[in-house]
């Protein structure tokens, strides 16, 4: 797929397949248009050209809330989380899609279906150890919380396709070790195909059996973390970058 | 003590020893007021009930879904002029009548917060508010004319108990709203519309059922105010209304129930507190604006939930 602003062209042809149930990091320095391509998958952007299909359907011309419907969740880089909101009805807002909805028994509170609800979110809150801050307002707390509580409402929607970007950017090393360790319970709970961003070569190659390197908006690398870090455009890219 | 236990007690209706006794007293204030033998207060009373009516919808549109909409003229004088028509039929079908008609107007003033944000869009609200005040004013089969339009009013002791009565149904299915799916999906919106819709939050739905909503409650306050007048003119829903209505969100707290209860008791008693100096009341209303933006920008509802916190954890703090 190829996606342009003016003059800017973000991603020149990219083309990457996602095999259900497996992992895949997107590598590449600032600006190769990682993130775009999580904007032209979950339906922020429109791609110019290209095709984009999941489980055998289109995603194209699709509003960001038909994709979440397809089972497509996704945090992001500059966390997007509702501030206004307690951690607990951010993780709610993650059930939206889930809820029949019915603004009568909303308006009379006839709350089954309300109370199912928490008890899933109330799972995560738990997983992510998130117990404390629950009733806290997610602009009140720290930036690592509100990276969790993101994270939280990305897996509150039961997606199919989990897309993270950048989930350990920003993080302390020990909050890093915590971010890994609960992508890979992750993956075990909820059977959920991960495709997340990363700069952090090391941290990626944990998680993920496969990757792929990005570079001014082309895919310049695939394979496995070892095939991919040995290639030279590869360093050519990351130390273009670091210079 | 009367920290909340389970989780389950978060779902109850007004959670918490000190929230209940206020509600409480608030209620029993209420049934007490007309038997204090002060026409007066009784008229006051039934004005704060109306006009809260209408505040609490605004308040959901601007406090909870994030949307600035000044067109609240135009749906109050929908909701009048469409009761005053529709008086031939029982009074709570005319009364539903107009909330819907003004929610009808609501979903199609609504379409330009599809595409406008912030002050375009307060603008562009603005100028429908103006277009229904001239619509009114120039189409006699509207507004009758020069002569105005007759509503057909109640005693005062009926209307107190019945806006009253309607206050209490309209807060309490505003809560219950504001906790469920729908509530949550209106703040979603107002604090990030990307991330919104990226959990499935349809956006042109929620803020067209914003406005629809909150129109619905103002137009029931214009039907309900044309009762309590008993006559209708067109020079009764100018811009001023706006202003009105925004003091008083904003003074009794944006996204708050009870804060669009005090707001608009704000509005309401004010003006009887400076009597013959009539013409400060408005600068008084752009002062305590100001005063609630440096002080406490939660409002009135903000101050009372502090409050509230500190005495429910009393003496353990
Ligand atoms: N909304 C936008 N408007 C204009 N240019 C953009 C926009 N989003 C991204 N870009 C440009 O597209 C390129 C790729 O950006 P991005 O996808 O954010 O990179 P990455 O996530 O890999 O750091 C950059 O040159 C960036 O400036
Ligand atoms: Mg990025």
Known sequence: MSLSFGGIRALRGVSLAVREGETLAVIGPNGSGKTSLFNCISGAYQPGAGDISFDGASLLRLSPDRVARRGIARTFQNLRLFLGMPVM????????????RNLLSAALRLRREEIRHRDRCEEIIEFLDLEPYRKLRAGDCPYGVQKRVELGRAL????????????????????KEEVAYWLHEVRGRFGVTLVFVEHDLRFASRLAARMIALDRGEKIAEGTPEEVQRRPEVERAYLGDAA | MDLVETWREELRFAPGRVTRALLAAAVAFSI??????????????????????????????????????????GFLAIGAYAFAHLQGLPWLLALLGAGLVSALAGVVV???????????????????????????????????????LAVQRPSLLSLYWTDVALLGVFALATTNLISSYAGRALMA??????AAESMGVNLTRTKL????????????????????????EPELFNVSEVLTQFVAITVGGLASVEGSIFGAAFVVLLPVIFGGLRWAVPV??????????????????????????????????
């Open chain 2, 189 to 194: 919106v107002r604090d990030s519309e990307i």
């Open chain 1, 89 to 100: 009805e951010n993780l709610l807002v993650g059930r939206h899609l889930h809820f029949r």
């Open chain 2, 110 to 148: 609504g379409f330009p917060s599809l595409r406008l944000k912030g002050p375009y869009l307060a603008i562009a609200t603005l100028g429908f508010g103006i277009a229904a005040y001239q619509l009114l004013a120039n189409v006699p089969a509207l507004s009758g004319g020069r002569m105005g």
């Open chain 2, 209 to 232: 059922l914003a406005f629809a909503i909150s129109s619905f409650y103002t137009g029931v306050h214009g039907a309900l105010f044309a009762q309590f007048l008993g006559h209708l």
């Open chain 2, 32 to 73: 007490a007021l007309p038997f204090l033998g002060q026409p007066a207060w009784i008229v006051r009373g039934t004005l704060v009930a109306i006009t809260a009516i209408g505040v609490m919808g605004q308040n959901l549109l601007v406090g909870y879904a994030g949307q600035v909409s000044f067109g609240q003229a």
């Open chain 1, 156 to 175: 509150a929607l039961e997606p199919r396709l989990l897309l993270l970007d950048e989930p350990a950017s920003g993080l302390t090393g020990e909050e």
């Open chain 2, 284 to 317: 008084f209303f752009g002062a305590s604006i100001l005063a609630v933006l440096i002080f406490e920008p939660g409002g009135l509802a903000g101050a009372l939930r502090k409050a509230r916190l500190y005495l429910e954890q009393w003496p353990f703090r």
